[in-house]
């Protein structure tokens, strides 16, 4: 909606509970405020790739 753009890193598993029951992702708070979020559930894109072997 806001066309903002973040990038994130995948630290983990997240607890399955009503507060994030369905959620694919859950971003932090400062994740969230900088792409302009303004619910606790809104919709993403996702895009995502492996690092590059040096």
Do not use: H
Request: hydrophobic content about 45%; charged content about 20%.
């Amino acid at each position: 909606m806001t066309k903002s753009v973040t990038y994130a890193k995948v630290v983990g598993k997240f607890n399955d509970n009503a507060e994030n029951q369905n959620a694919i992702v859950v971003l932090s708070k400062s994740a969230a405020a900088s792409i302009g979020a303004l619910d606790k559930r809104f919709q993403v894109e996702i895009a995502y790739g492996l690092p590059l072997e040096n």
